[in-house]
């Protein structure tokens, strides 16, 4: 089974969940391995502390054109969705941008004198590490500078042990990095907050994951006695309610030290088995 | 005119409260949300909105079956495993489709066509002292960083038309298209952080970003009450790589509050100490 945990909004405590939800489940001795796919900002090993035990890097093709055999036609220029390629036909000007590229093999299809072939772009790196209680974790970082992520997500994923639980780690947000990490869940986890901001939030991501007909619940982090916007919008839509975490100092205090905190407190431990339960792991 | 992005790194800093109680300090302001995945400010700063535009961001392959032959090329030729065959059946998963056009291409019998995006809007709308450029982009959409610049030209557009003097925009998390596109070219960047391990991870790549395109960001440390010795941490870490903590802002409940009262904390809390030392970190950025 594989879980992803999303959120829309930043911030919301993905990680916090992520994180929590995988040791809970190793610490019971359920066979369980963990993507982050926050390639952008990955975090989980800041709590997760693995072993690193290899690092791969991901690379994307770069088109080279070979301006001796270009006869300056622009068919590839033509071809191009993403505008990454400069042409300037009186002046026999043509240009990659590397950024604007996404890898796709449109000009290299296009050109038919034979003037581009590809080299290899570093976007980021892919680790594999073990957990002290042997379970796989990896993680994807980009360079800074690459625009996109998806790539990076994609090999990371591709990396997971393929057996027992797998728990995938989503960037924040609706667009193309979580739409990639969410399309490889049987089950999406929204982890939201009880304020308009998250509501808002999480609105659009539920839009997004029913889309895609993934089967999904919500967990609301940093729950308090106030007004809560989030539970009303459930309860409306039929949307199932995992788990309300409360807000606790001692939580996040312990949360900001890189701890585990499923592992100190009794609470959160009980919440976590409510989880487990709903989940029929 | 000057231009100010407030970016994080990681979420749930508290950009969104920040950036709406510093541009409640000024007399005018011209705000843009570039957080276009996940937009917030408007319930913040309740506009009015007097433009509603589609926004055209990407494209999508579709198969018409009747004149699809199930010869695979188009499979064969998709670079981002967007297309698999099964049973004989061409299938395009729409999630993972960057819109290249690619298989159109290459299709025999011409069964494949793009399809557009016709989801995305963009806004503007009156705010209390001025305006808001905000938008929002169709889940798993590509081109977030297109639809941000976007929202920079006509913001930029409307300052220019109405002597606007300040551009303030609230950023997305992150560091990637639309962080990128949120900080090229303007004038300051700042960056919000909190008091959290995770925090300082961001902070560091935010920084480099940052950087990247030649800017030297200033930090303001959100919530530093929840982990004095953390905060200690980042303060260290910003002398030694020549960054200024231009203000810290203790965890509080009255920012969880306003926002559940959906206003920004000077029009909520006016006379409270957060108001004033939002106040004081404002001066230091623009004055």
């Not at chain 2, 960054?243 to 904390?265: C, S, T, Y």
Request: charged share 25%.
């Amino acid at each position: 089974m594989r879980i992803v945990v999303g959120s829309g909004k930043g911030g919301t405590g993905k990680t916090f969940l992520s994180v929590n939800l995988f040791c809970f489940l190793e610490e019971q001795g359920i066979p369980v391995s963990f993507a982050d796919c926050d390639v952008e900002e990955p975090n989980a090993d800041l709590f997760l502390k693995g072993e690193v035990k290899s690092v791969e890097t991901v690379f994307q093709n770069l088109p080279v054109i070979d301006t001796a055999a270009c006869t300056f036609c622009g068919k590839c220029h033509d071809y191009c969705a993403f505008n990454a390629i400069m042409f300037i036909k009186n002046l026999e000007y043509i240009s990659i941008s590397e950024e604007l590229c996404h890898d796709c093999g449109a000009c290299l299809y296009a050109c038919e004198f034979d003037a581009i072939s590809e080299k290899k772009k570093e976007l980021g790196k892919v680790r594999i590490m073990q957990s002290t209680k042997g379970n796989r974790i990896v993680d994807g970082l980009t360079n800074i500078g690459v625009y996109s992520g998806v790539r990076v997500i994609k090999s990371a994923v591709k990396k997971l042990e393929n057996q027992g639980v797998e728990i995938l780690d989503a960037p924040p947000g609706t667009s193309c990095p979580f739409v990639t990490t969410a399309s490889f869940g049987d089950y999406v986890i929204l982890v939201t907050e009880p304020t308009w901001f998250g509501l808002n939030d999480l609105k659009l991501a539920v839009e997004t994951v029913r889309g895609m007909k993934k089967e999904f619940g919500v967990v609301i982090n940093r729950a308090g006695d106030g007004e809560d916007p989030v539970s009303d919008y459930l309860k409306k839509e039929g949307i199932e309610l995992l788990a309300k975490i409360p807000f606790d100092h001692k939580i996040a205090k312990w949360y900001s030290e890189g701890k585990i905190p499923v592992l100190e407190s009794s609470d959160l431990h009980k919440i976590f088995y409510e989880i487990q339960r709903k989940l029929k792991i | 005119m000057k231009e100010i992005a407030i970016i994080s790194g990681k979420g749930g800093t508290g950009k969104t409260c920040i950036s709406a109680a510093f541009s409640r300090f000024v007399e005018s302001v011209v705000m843009i949300d570039a957080d276009v995945d996940a937009a917030n400010q408007h319930i913040i700063l309740q506009p009015d909105n007097y433009i509603e535009e589609e926004y055209v961001g990407g494209e999508f392959a579709k198969i018409d079956y009747n004149k699809c032959i199930a010869c695979g090329l188009c499979a064969s030729y998709c670079r981002f495993d967007a297309i698999t065959q099964n049973k004989g059946k061409v299938l395009i998963e729409e999630a993972a489709c960057e819109g290249c056009k690619l298989c159109m291409r290459v299709c025999p019998s011409s069964a494949i066509s793009m399809q557009e995006d016709h989801e995305s809007r963009w806004y503007a709308g009156k705010i209390k002292n001025g305006v808001l450029f905000h938008a929002r982009l169709a889940p798993g959409m590509d081109n977030s960083g297109k639809l941000v610049s976007l929202l920079r030209t006509e913001a930029k557009n409307y300052a220019k038309t109405n002597n606007e003097d300040l551009i303030l925009i609230d950023g997305s998390p992150g560091v990637g298209c639309p962080v990128i596109s949120t900080i090229t070219g303007v004038n300051e960047v700042v960056i919000v952080v909190e008091a959290t391990q995770s925090a300082l991870h961001d902070l560091k790549r935010a920084v480099e970003v940052s950087r990247e395109f030649k800017h030297i960001p200033t930090v303001i440390i959100n919530k530093y009450s929840l982990n004095e010795e953390i905060s200690t941490e980042i303060e260290n870490w910003c002398t030694e790589n020549e960054l200024k903590v231009i203000g810290k802002i203790p965890f509080d409940l009255v920012f969880h509050e306003a926002v559940q009262a959906r206003m920004p904390i000077p029009d909520f809390a006016e006379k409270s100490e957060i108001n004033s030392l939002l106040f004081d970190i404002w001066q230091q950025i623009y004055s």
